[in-house]
């Protein structure tokens, strides 16, 4: 796979207005090229910043938000509509505010009165309409992704794919629950590594001074089991977008 590219911008705002703008200029060159995109949207402060940055720009209406589809990297596992879960606030943030076609968003199941043990049946459903989205030419039971938005904890944990924790281990299941997560809430659905890396494009977008030790590991080599954002790479591209406070720890000519 290729090196990652790396860009570095002074504060979250400028960040998330930056991401946004890239995210609207991929979009339009994907649709230009008559293809629907396929994107797989984050939550965290900052993947949602993105989202709102996107709703506030008139580049927006370039856009033809119909012909965009939309997958999630990961769920937290509450009830439908819980202002926690990555899907509400995603559409609180954008999806509400633009044409999107409903049979083109493909949000994780949610805790509908079935308690954690919910959580493997809605991976497993998660991990079929994958499978039925997937077309012969992506060679594999999960759609190719154009970009995949992650974002990454302190410890370098991304999706819900946390340091030494089951699902960092898997190699065959496309989309796995989580339970016991060290953050609540402590039940969670997310796609696996290997799903992550059939993506084209993985942009991996952290801000903070506290992520700036991982950032600095994850670019460095680190193993995937010790640092699992490591492991997230796209097929033709991967973007680490990042304030000046993530990437203090990485080599001064790589700092913005």
Same mark, same amino acid.
């Given at each position: 796979? #290729?090196?990652?590219?790396?860009?570095?911008?002074?504060?979250?705002?400028?960040?998330?207005?930056?991401?946004?703008?890239?995210?609207?200029?991929?979009?339009?060159?994907?649709?230009?090229?008559?293809?629907? #995109?396929?994107?797989?949207?984050?939550?965290?402060?900052?993947?949602?910043?993105?989202?709102?940055?996107?709703?506030?720009?008139?580049?927006?209406?370039?856009?033809?938000?119909?012909?965009?589809?939309?997958?999630?990297?990961?769920?937290?596992?509450?009830?439908?509509?819980?202002?926690?879960?990555?899907?509400?606030?995603? /559409?609180?943030?954008?999806?509400?505010?633009?044409?999107?076609?409903?049979?083109?968003?493909?949000?994780?199941?949610?805790?509908?009165?079935?308690?954690?043990?919910?959580?493997?049946?809605?991976?497993?459903?998660?991990?079929?309409?994958?499978?039925?989205?997937?077309?012969?030419?992506?060679?594999?039971?999960?759609?190719?992704?154009?970009?995949?938005?992650?974002?990454?904890?302190?410890?370098?944990?991304?999706?819900?794919?946390?340091?030494?924790? #089951?699902?960092?281990?898997?190699?065959?299941?496309?989309?796995?629950?989580?339970?016991?997560?060290?953050?609540?809430?402590?039940?969670?659905?997310?796609?696996?590594?290997?799903?992550?890396? /059939?993506?084209?494009?993985?942009?991996?977008?952290?801000?903070?001074?506290?992520?700036?030790?991982?950032?600095?590991?994850?670019?460095?080599?680190?193993?995937?089991?010790?640092?699992?954002?490591?492991?997230?790479?796209?097929?033709?591209?991967?973007?680490?977008?990042?304030?000046?406070?993530?990437?203090?720890?990485?080599?001064?000519?790589? /700092?913005?």
């Amino acid at each position: 796979m #290729p090196s990652p590219a790396i860009a570095v911008h002074a504060r979250p705002d400028i960040l998330a207005a930056a991401v946004a703008a890239r995210l609207v200029t991929r979009l339009v060159d994907l649709q230009a090229a008559g293809t629907t #995109p396929k994107i797989v949207l984050t939550g965290g402060g900052i993947g949602i910043a993105v989202l709102e940055q996107i709703r506030g720009t008139v580049a927006r209406d370039a856009v033809d938000w119909e012909r965009v589809a939309f997958y999630w990297g990961d769920e937290r596992f509450l009830a439908p509509g819980d202002p926690e879960r990555n899907e509400t606030q995603a /559409r609180e943030a954008l999806l509400d505010h633009v044409p999107v076609d409903p049979d083109k968003v493909f949000p994780m199941g949610a805790d509908t009165d079935t308690g954690p043990s919910g959580a493997d049946a809605a991976a497993e459903e998660y991990a079929a309409l994958l499978a039925s989205a997937a077309r012969p030419e992506d060679h594999g039971e999960v759609p190719s992704f154009d970009v995949v938005l992650l974002g990454m904890g302190d410890e370098g944990h991304t999706a819900s794919i946390f340091p030494r924790s #089951p699902a960092v281990y898997e190699t065959e299941r496309s989309v796995v629950a989580v339970h016991g997560c060290p953050k609540p809430p402590p039940t969670r659905v997310t796609l696996t590594l290997p799903t992550i890396r /059939r993506a084209a494009e993985v942009w991996i977008i952290t801000t903070g001074e506290a992520k700036a030790p991982a950032v600095a590991m994850a670019l460095g080599g680190a193993g995937e089991v010790a640092i699992p954002v490591a492991g997230a790479q796209g097929r033709r591209s991967t973007r680490w977008l990042l304030d000046r406070p993530a990437a203090t720890k990485l080599p001064h000519p790589v /700092r913005g």
